[in-house]
């Protein structure tokens, strides 16, 4: 009796396990309708590809670049793939497989597909938001600091009493090039203003980041802006009564009327240009940091609430970006401490702005170290 | 700094309700002496089901009942895996929790762009108006109300009432129950039932009240946290509750602490609510005799009413 009921839980366990597994195999698989002169690309998600967020983004982007390129490609994607050894099995199974390009998503990818290049230097892969590259490896990543500077001038002219809530994962360079850019947007449309953060230790957990918009909301803040995975600080500030700046995708449907704007992400046009140079043979190991210039970072739709002169100044502010007359780390700025770190006239270089490890006057609080 | 205040209390009430909901079930369900570890897994599911109907019909309290009935249902897997058929329960449990979360993505699929109004307060009249109480405990949402009261109704049943203390002799000694003639199998499925609806409710408290969305993999580990409730609470009721809302508490101050810019490592601070509300359970339970009192003796233990 025992030994049946033994088996019947394995079965039961192995049944379910399978099920899971399947997910991946459901997935649309155009590479059963394989023809060899297509270019056959692979992208390694880290979430759900879901409806708004940092990996909605990257999917929005290849199905731009499937559009573009039409029957030149076909792509096949594996989403939720944890950082780490499952990604590595991943990732090798697209270059077995015989995919030519494989964009690897996510920065926990960075080992495991170096470690996948060396084994399989005939494939091109692309990964987003690392350090380390190959002859067959090259990098890419946003300017979002871009877009953050931008919303953070709509923040520093609507907000009523001058703090605005930053609702923070990790305090790693990448963050923190955000929120000293969001605060120098701001104060510089509105030198009083202060930006509070509250590091919530998880890129993904709705229920802390709600928390997090809860408490900068009770604290003050009638801005909520976020560096985290999903909706939940937009939600809290409509639900509150406050702003909201969104962060990876358009958020304005989870608060009609809370969203002002967002920054976010657009990949597609580099997908189709690399995908494109696989094809021609010109491809080549870059490390690609496009921002507004190159279509990577873009404000969503303003808010109406946003008066005309506001959007006409954050226009203005876009075309200076993009045309490089503006960076919004240009002197003179100075630390917490009223330290100036960078001279007038002077702009930060790109290697220090990838060490950035230090807040902006205007920020509130202390870095966690 | 009255608001501050009014802010902190109802932010710990709302970051403790859903452990309560799930850590209440739970207990019930190892006072009969079944180990469900299967809470995370019931939370998702109740969580995905309660907003998909009520997404869909307007109604979220159509949705607060499809989460309990989608969380018992998922208790019911279990409690045929392992009353029916007798098999581990630590093992049928973590099958559950990893099923529970393949699940509720694939159905959660069509919902993830979804945005809905949450519950809302329920605003007493006159009681709400007084300072301080009023809006902490007269202006709460119609689940916190919930959660009180089956907290009373839990006590109340395992402590006062003969159904309790038939549901605690069967968590203690399910041999001698099943001797003098009570159907052991049947009250633990109905413990079992009981728990998957409680975490479903916990689930359906996150997707329709605390941020009403539904997102894969939402609940982030407060099954997990509800099971070690129960664990350090040593199996009472009024210090699950403690223990839900010191979580809660400990959770939203370090918010607080960070947002007024005290100098201290939001990594400690994280860490915080955990190391917090362990430290205290464990210290006003720390008496063995409680524990050995409380703790179901054949908590895990598969039972056969044949052998």
Request: hydrophobic share 45%.
């Amino acid at each position: 009796m025992m030994t049946t009921n033994r088996m019947f839980l394995i079965a039961f366990t192995v049944s379910l396990l399978a099920a899971c597994g399947q997910k991946d195999a459901a997935e649309p698989d155009a590479s059963d309708a394989g023809d060899a002169s297509r270019l056959k690309v692979g992208f390694v998600y880290v979430t759900p590809i879901s409806d708004a967020g940092w990996t909605h983004q990257h999917d929005l982007g290849r199905l731009q670049m499937e559009e573009t390129l039409g029957d030149q490609v076909e792509t096949k994607y594996i989403e939720s793939v944890p950082e780490g050894a499952e990604a590595e099995r991943v990732i090798r199974q697209f270059a077995a497989d015989g995919f030519d390009l494989v964009f690897t998503t996510s920065f926990g990818y960075m080992n495991p597909t170096m470690k996948v290049a060396e084994m399989f230097p005939d494939t091109t892969f692309e990964h987003a938001t690392g350090y380390k590259s190959a002859a067959n490896v090259g990098t890419y990543v946003a300017r979002f600091y871009e877009g953050r500077y931008l919303s953070g001038i709509v923040a520093g002219k609507m907000t009523k009493s001058n703090v605005a809530g930053y609702v923070a994962a990790f305090p790693i360079p990448e963050v923190l090039r955000g929120i000293n850019a969001f605060t120098l947007g701001m104060r510089s449309v509105n030198p009083d203003a202060e930006v509070k953060v509250i590091w919530t230790n998880s890129w993904f957990d709705p229920g802390r980041e709600r928390e997090a918009a809860d408490v900068l909301i009770t604290q003050g803040a009638d801005i909520v802006t976020h560096h985290t995975d999903s909706t939940a600080a937009v939600q809290a500030a409509e639900e509150k009564g406050v702003y909201a700046i969104g962060y990876h995708s358009d958020m304005s449907r989870y608060g009609e009327t809370a969203h002002l704007t967002a920054v976010t992400h657009h990949w597609g046009d580099f997908y189709t240009r690399r995908a494109q140079e696989v094809l021609d043979g010109s491809w080549s190991s870059q490390n690609v940091w496009g921002g507004i210039k190159e279509g990577m970072i873009r404000l969503a739709p303003l808010n109406d609430a946003v008066p005309a002169d506001v959007a006409a100044l954050v226009a203005e502010k876009e075309a200076a970006i993009r045309s490089g007359d503006l960076h919004p780390f240009s002197g003179p700025i100075s630390n917490q401490d009223g330290e100036e770190l960078v001279a007038p006239g002077t702009t930060m270089s790109d290697e220090d702005l990838q060490k950035m490890e230090w807040y902006v006057e205007g920020v509130q609080g202390k870095l966690p170290r | 700094m009255n608001d501050v205040l009014v802010g902190i209390i109802l932010a710990t009430l709302g970051a403790g309700t859903p452990l309560v909901f799930a850590a209440l079930g739970e207990l019930i369900t190892e006072k009969s002496g079944v180990l469900n570890l299967g809470v995370e897994g019931m939370m998702l599911v109740g969580a995905v089901c309660g907003f998909a109907v009520a997404a869909d019909t307007g109604s979220l309290w159509l949705g607060v009942v499809t989460a309990m009935t989608a969380g018992a249902f998922m208790a019911l897997l279990f409690g045929v895996l392992t009353l029916t058929f007798q098999a581990n329960q630590v093992a049928a449990g973590l099958a559950l929790t990893i099923f529970g979360v393949g699940l509720s993505a694939y159905i959660g699929l069509e919902y993830t762009s979804v945005a809905l109004t949450g519950l809302q307060a329920v605003h007493i009249p006159l009681l709400s108006s007084m300072p301080l109480i009023g809006p902490t405990i007269f202006s709460l949402d119609p689940l916190m109300y919930l959660s009180f009261v089956l907290l009373a109704a839990i006590s109340y049943f395992l402590y006062r009432s003969k159904a309790g203390l038939l549901l605690r002799a069967i968590g203690e000694s399910p041999r001698s129950a099943h001797s003098i003639g009570y159907p052991v199998i049947r009250i633990r499925y109905l413990a079992v039932l009981f728990g998957g609806g409680m975490a479903g409710l916990g689930g359906a408290y996150l997707a329709l009240v605390y941020t009403p969305l539904w997102v894969e993999g939402m609940t982030a580990g407060r099954g997990w946290i509800s099971l070690a409730l129960v664990v350090f609470a040593t199996w009472r009721p009024a210090r699950v509750i403690l223990g839900a809302y010191l979580f809660g508490g400990v959770t939203i101050l370090q918010l607080h602490v960070q947002g007024l810019g005290i100098d201290l490592p939001a990594q400690l601070l994280s860490s915080l609510p955990y190391i917090a509300t362990i430290v205290v359970l464990v210290l006003i339970s720390r008496d063995i005799n409680t524990i050995r009192l409380n703790s179901p003796a054949s908590i895990g233990k598969t039972f056969h009413p044949g052998a």
